[in-house]
Nanobody
Framework: VQLVESGGGLVQAGGFLRLSCAAS????????MAWFRQAPGQEREFVGG????????LYADSVKGRFTISRDNAENTVFLRMNSLKSEDTAVYYC???????????????WGQGTQVTVSS
């Protein structure tokens, strides 16, 4: 699976962004999808994920209630709507595809190149 993220950018605190991740190469609906992020000098961390059948979503506590993950299997795309952005949300955001929906980076076999999100305070 090839994954390409888009939608990152510079936004003021309190604003919103919607990230997209377009998949190609294999059957998108076979995979759980997730978003991770990595800030400079920090480890990559789980942000949110959605199961292949839409039934289950998971979120990091730090984004719960502000971020929403969704997917469109017909368009082979997963989205991350980010509201009420904070300066601490500044990071490179990565899209990932895997078999099981977990919070662990090791569960995901395919990764995008990332898109930068910068929140100014």
């Amino acid at each position: 699976v090839q994954l390409v993220e888009s939608g990152g950018g510079l936004v003021q605190a309190g604003g919103f962004l919607r990230l997209s991740c377009a998949a190609s190469g294999r059957t998108f609906s076979d995979y759980s999808m997730a978003w991770f992020r990595q800030a400079p000098g920090q480890e990559r961390e789980f942000v949110g994920g959605i199961s292949w059948n839409f039934i289950t979503t998971l979120y990091a506590d730090s984004v719960k209630g502000r971020f929403t993950i969704s997917r469109d299997n017909a368009e082979n795309t997963v989205f991350l709507r980010m509201n009420s952005l904070k300066s601490e949300d500044t990071a490179v955001y990565y899209c990932a595809a895997g078999g099981r929906l977990t919070r662990a980076t090791g569960s995901y076999m395919f990764w995008g190149q990332g898109t930068q999100v910068t929140v100014s305070s």
